[in-house]
């Protein structure tokens, strides 16, 4: 089966950063369209339906973490947000509004292939024998159609909080430690604080959880990491 090229928005007022990207994903042979606003990213974003957002965070009209929280509210795409801040409170707050992952300029453009084609990984057709469907009493998880259904209610989460709930229900009881998670989920080596894994949790718990404070489904395991518990159904 041949797969067809991965379509890619950038969104960046600096036209030398966003002409930059935009010829280097051209020559990967994706489909790459731009915006310099959000005004335009947003309109390019119906008009275009692309896999991946690559998302600077300070636009003139408008903050990129915003947009990326509105973009998310309107399909699964990926966001790779992008900045030249350096504070880590800053990635923890991109990764809570729904990024998959945060770069911070400048930064090489091999980096950025790696970072890319390791969100795109996660679109990839999956089959029965890779992925099967997980069922836990009022809880069902299927990873052909990225869903999440809880009590016949379908559950909506980001590409990134699917992937993490996945994973982590295909190994019920099993504690994995947070660099771990980075490593199976992130499918690269992630340099930055391992506290995005918690935001993610963190996200999950609100989305599936009768208690988020009171966590039964994924549980934290103190001073190592977390656990899915499927005996621990509402």
Request: charged share 25%; hydrophobic share 45%.
């Amino acid at each position: 089966m041949v797969m067809s090229a991965a379509k890619i928005l950038v969104v960046d007022d600096d036209p030398a950063v966003r002409n930059l990207i935009q010829r280097f994903l051209l020559k990967q042979n994706y489909l790459v369209e731009s915006a310099e606003d959000g005004k335009t990213a947003l309109i390019m974003f119906e008009q275009f339906n692309p896999d991946l957002v690559i998302l600077d965070v300070n636009l003139p009209d408008v903050i990129g973490f915003n947009l990326c929280q509105e973009m998310q509210s309107r399909s699964g795409v990926f966001v790779l947000l992008l900045t030249s801040r350096t504070d880590e409170a800053d990635k923890i707050r991109g990764f809570s509004k729904g990024a998959d992952d945060y770069l911070t300029k400048p930064f090489g453009l091999a980096e950025l292939e790696v970072r890319v084609a390791a969100i795109l990984r996660r679109q990839r057709v999956v089959t029965g024998a890779e992925h099967q469907r997980l069922v836990f009493d009022k809880l069902t998880i299927d990873p052909v159609r990225r869903e999440v259904i809880i009590n016949s209610e379908p559950i909506p989460l980001t590409a990134l909080e699917f992937d993490l709930l996945y994973f982590l229900a295909s190994h019920p009881g099993r504690v994995w430690r947070r660099s771990e998670l980075i490593q199976e989920v992130w499918d690269y080596e992630y340099v930055g604080d391992q506290r995005v894994v918690d935001v993610h949790i963190g996200q999950i718990r609100k989305k599936i959880e009768l208690d988020p404070t009171q966590s039964a489904l994924i549980q934290t395991v103190r001073g190592v990491g977390y656990k899915f518990e499927c005996s621990n159904l509402p």
